[in-house]
Protein backbone atom coordinates (compact mmCIF):
# COMPACT_ATOMS: atom_id res chain seq x y z
CA UNK A 1 0.00 0.00 0.00
CA UNK A 2 1.31 3.80 -0.92
CA UNK A 3 1.10 5.86 1.65
CA UNK A 4 1.61 9.75 1.21
CA UNK A 5 1.57 12.30 4.23
CA UNK A 6 3.72 15.33 4.89
CA UNK A 7 6.59 14.69 6.32
CA UNK A 8 8.76 17.72 7.53
CA UNK A 9 7.11 20.09 5.57
CA UNK A 10 7.87 18.17 2.49
CA UNK A 11 5.14 15.52 0.58
CA UNK A 12 6.40 12.25 0.71
CA UNK A 13 5.17 8.73 -0.44
CA UNK A 14 6.19 5.33 0.87
CA UNK A 15 5.21 1.56 -0.13
CA UNK A 16 4.07 0.35 3.02
CA UNK A 17 3.42 -3.37 3.18
CA UNK A 18 0.76 -4.56 6.02
CA UNK A 19 2.23 -4.53 9.22
CA UNK A 20 4.34 -1.72 8.40
CA UNK A 21 4.54 0.59 11.63
CA UNK A 22 5.40 4.30 10.64
CA UNK A 23 8.69 4.33 12.63
CA UNK A 24 10.05 1.71 10.35
CA UNK A 25 8.70 3.78 7.24
CA UNK A 26 10.90 6.81 8.97
CA UNK A 27 13.75 4.85 9.55
CA UNK A 28 13.63 2.41 7.16
CA UNK A 29 12.88 3.46 3.24
CA UNK A 30 12.32 7.34 4.10
CA UNK A 31 15.94 7.28 5.72
CA UNK A 32 15.38 9.03 8.77
CA UNK A 33 17.64 7.92 12.31
CA UNK A 34 16.09 10.50 14.81
CA UNK A 35 13.37 8.34 15.55
CA UNK A 36 14.23 5.06 17.27
CA UNK A 37 13.17 1.91 18.93
CA UNK A 38 13.02 1.78 22.22
CA UNK A 39 10.33 -0.52 23.30
CA UNK A 40 8.33 -1.58 21.40
CA UNK A 41 5.40 -0.94 23.30
CA UNK A 42 4.69 2.93 22.87
CA UNK A 43 5.66 3.11 26.89
CA UNK A 44 9.18 4.45 26.26
CA UNK A 45 8.94 7.84 24.40
CA UNK A 46 12.00 7.08 22.11
CA UNK A 47 9.89 6.78 18.99
CA UNK A 48 7.91 9.99 19.65
CA UNK A 49 6.96 12.06 16.13
CA UNK A 50 4.53 14.43 16.18
CA UNK A 51 1.48 14.06 14.03
CA UNK A 52 0.01 16.87 13.20
CA UNK A 53 1.10 18.87 15.80
CA UNK A 54 0.92 16.16 18.72
CA UNK A 55 3.22 13.93 19.83
CA UNK A 56 2.44 10.25 19.69
CA UNK A 57 4.59 7.36 19.81
CA UNK A 58 5.45 5.87 16.16
CA UNK A 59 6.46 2.23 17.13
CA UNK A 60 3.54 0.17 17.13
CA UNK A 61 1.34 2.76 14.91
CA UNK A 62 0.51 1.09 11.21
CA UNK A 63 2.24 3.50 8.76
CA UNK A 64 -1.06 3.99 6.80
CA UNK A 65 -2.77 5.93 10.35
CA UNK A 66 -0.37 8.75 8.88
CA UNK A 67 -2.51 8.90 5.51
CA UNK A 68 -2.89 12.60 4.71
CA UNK A 69 -1.34 14.29 8.13
CA UNK A 70 1.44 15.98 8.78
CA UNK A 71 4.24 14.18 10.75
CA UNK A 72 7.50 15.81 12.34
CA UNK A 73 10.09 14.60 13.55
CA UNK A 74 13.40 15.48 15.51
CA UNK A 75 14.86 16.15 11.81
CA UNK A 76 12.21 19.17 11.20
CA UNK A 77 13.16 20.99 13.86
CA UNK A 78 16.42 22.99 12.68
CA UNK A 79 19.26 22.44 11.24
CA UNK A 80 23.41 22.36 12.63
CA UNK A 81 23.36 25.83 11.14
CA UNK A 82 20.51 26.83 12.26
CA UNK A 83 19.28 25.09 15.11
CA UNK A 84 15.64 25.05 17.17
CA UNK A 85 15.84 27.01 20.43
CA UNK A 86 15.36 23.55 22.00
CA UNK A 87 18.08 22.61 20.36
CA UNK A 88 20.52 25.04 21.45
CA UNK A 89 18.96 25.18 25.25
CA UNK A 90 19.49 21.04 25.28
CA UNK A 91 23.22 21.42 24.24
CA UNK A 92 23.53 24.88 26.88
CA UNK A 93 21.98 23.00 29.65
CA UNK A 94 23.94 20.08 29.12
CA UNK A 95 20.78 18.21 29.06
CA UNK A 96 21.46 15.01 27.35
CA UNK A 97 24.16 12.31 28.07
CA UNK A 98 23.44 8.89 25.74
CA UNK A 99 21.07 10.96 23.46
CA UNK A 100 18.88 7.95 22.88
CA UNK A 101 15.52 9.32 24.26
CA UNK A 102 16.16 12.83 22.86
CA UNK A 103 14.84 12.85 19.45
CA UNK A 104 11.16 11.78 21.05
CA UNK A 105 11.54 14.48 23.61
CA UNK A 106 12.87 17.46 21.40
CA UNK A 107 9.46 16.33 19.40
CA UNK A 108 6.94 16.38 22.39
CA UNK A 109 8.97 19.64 24.10
CA UNK A 110 8.31 21.01 20.82
CA UNK A 111 4.72 20.46 20.84
CA UNK A 112 4.00 21.39 24.45
CA UNK A 113 5.83 25.05 23.51
CA UNK A 114 3.75 25.74 20.14
CA UNK A 115 0.74 25.38 22.08
CA UNK A 116 1.79 26.73 25.26
CA UNK A 117 4.75 29.22 24.57
CA UNK A 118 5.29 30.36 28.47
CA UNK A 119 4.88 26.63 30.26
CA UNK A 120 5.97 26.01 33.88
CA UNK A 121 7.83 23.47 35.26
CA UNK A 122 4.29 21.57 36.14
CA UNK A 123 3.60 22.11 32.57
CA UNK A 124 6.66 20.93 31.05
CA UNK A 125 7.39 17.49 33.31
CA UNK A 126 3.95 16.54 32.19
CA UNK A 127 4.59 16.98 28.57
CA UNK A 128 8.07 15.33 29.38
CA UNK A 129 5.94 12.54 31.49
CA UNK A 130 6.04 9.73 28.85
CA UNK A 131 9.66 9.54 28.25
CA UNK A 132 12.02 7.25 29.55
CA UNK A 133 15.61 8.15 30.03
CA UNK A 134 18.11 6.40 32.25
CA UNK A 135 20.85 8.90 32.22
CA UNK A 136 19.39 11.32 35.04
CA UNK A 137 19.10 13.96 32.73
CA UNK A 138 15.31 15.09 33.41
CA UNK A 139 16.10 18.38 35.37
CA UNK A 140 18.41 19.80 33.10
CA UNK A 141 15.66 18.85 30.41
CA UNK A 142 13.33 20.63 32.05
CA UNK A 143 15.53 23.83 32.35
CA UNK A 144 16.21 23.41 29.04
CA UNK A 145 12.53 23.70 27.94
CA UNK A 146 12.14 26.48 30.41
CA UNK A 147 14.91 28.27 28.53
CA UNK A 148 13.67 27.88 25.03
CA UNK A 149 10.48 29.00 26.04
CA UNK A 150 12.39 32.15 27.15
CA UNK A 151 14.22 32.41 24.10
CA UNK A 152 11.30 31.91 21.68
CA UNK A 153 9.50 35.00 23.72
CA UNK A 154 12.37 36.86 23.86
CA UNK A 155 13.26 36.84 27.76
CA UNK A 156 16.55 36.78 28.67
CA UNK A 157 17.95 33.08 29.55
Known sequence: MDVSFTLN???VRVEAPEGMTLLHALRGPLGLSGPRFGCGAEACGCCYVAIDGEPRPSCALPAEAVQGRAVGTVEGLGTPEAPHPLQSAFLEEQAG??????????????????????????????????HLCRCGAHNRMIRAVLRAARAMSGASA
Open 97 to 130: QCGYCLSGILVSAAALLERNPDPNEAAVRAALEP
Open 9 to 11: GTP
